[in-house]
């Protein structure tokens, strides 16, 4: 296996590339890293050559100097396709990097071929916020205002960044300012009008306890992209392909090398 460092975007990415075959590039899923992905790339490079890459912001490579938007991370991705001379691809997205990739195949005139996708607990549905959720939202907003006036601004100037960190997410606590921004750009665009334009072979992998993404965005996606199978994996989290590396890793060999 090699580590290396390349520029793509004006920044420092760390990757690895292991195997040898036909190219399949995994794109990690937010606040996860190489390492995560190391049971699988293991795996696929029994038989094909692994690209992997620690996202912008995360692992061993740099943050950008402002917030990206989805589009952002499409051109990232398509730019490290291209400063590796890849021609033809398979894709394998988890959760973040299943968006990236469903929002890629709405692209037209690509430079390289993309033969087919593995996208497991992937993002990219967006629900109606229940009305708890609606409530949560307006309270914080008017927390928020109280918050801003100057007098209590100049008591108490932390408790705004404070107030978004209790009424965020955990990867929104645990991300740096740019990285906030960035994740708020992307958890709120709804997909599924894509999803049609995904004309290759697709393999759906889903835990059946995922409460990050749940099973039904993976009905969903089955239903709107035009060649897709769900595999749904009972008593598993949105980290499948961790609980259940041997099975899923079977599962991705078989669909990859012929199976559909």
């Known amino acids: ?13 760390n990757y690895i590339k292991k195997g040898n075959g036909k190219a ?29 890459l620690d996202m912008p912001g995360f692992g061993e490579s740099e943050e950008p100097n402002a917030s990206w938007n989805l589009d952002n991370y499409v051109t990232f991705v398509i730019n490290f396709i291209k400063n590796q001379n890849i021609k033809e691809v398979d894709l394998i997205g988890h ?17 390289f071929k993309v033969n087919k996708i593995v996208l497991i607990g992937s993002a990219g549905i967006v629900h109606k916020k229940t009305l708890s ?24 100037p932390n408790l705004i960044s404070k107030l978004k960190n209790s009424f965020g997410s955990e990867d929104y606590r645990n991300a740096s300012p740019v990285m906030k921004q960035t994740l ?26 995922d409460t990050a993404t749940p099973i039904s965005d993976g009905e969903i996606m089955k239903k709107l ?8 994996v009972e008593n598993c989290s949105h980290y499948v392909f961790l609980e259940r590396p041997a099975y899923v890793n079977k599962i991705i060999s078989t669909f990859l090398n012929g199976g559909n």
């Not at 296996?1 to 990415?13: P, R």
């Not at 399949?24 to 790339?41: A, D, E």
């Open 225 to 232: 992209i035009p060649d897709a199978g769900l595999i749904k």
């Open 133 to 156: 959720q609606k409530l949560k939202i307006k309270i914080s907003k008017f927390c928020k205002k109280i918050l801003e006036l100057k007098p209590i601004k100049a008591i108490c």
């Open 1 to 13: 296996m090699i580590s290396i460092k390349t520029i793509i975007n004006n920044l420092n990415i």
């Open 184 to 209: 708020v750009q992307l958890i709120d665009q709804d997909l599924r009008e894509l999803l049609p334009n995904i004309s290759v072979p697709t393999l759906l992998i889903w835990g059946g306890n």
């Open 95 to 111: 959760s973040n990097g299943g968006r990236i990739i469903i929002k890629l195949m709405s692209q037209k005139n690509l430079n």
């Open 24 to 52: 399949v590039l995994i794109l990690p899923g937010w606040g996860t890293t190489v390492n995560t992905y190391m049971p699988m790339i293991n795996s696929i490079s029994s038989y094909s050559t692994i690209y992997c």
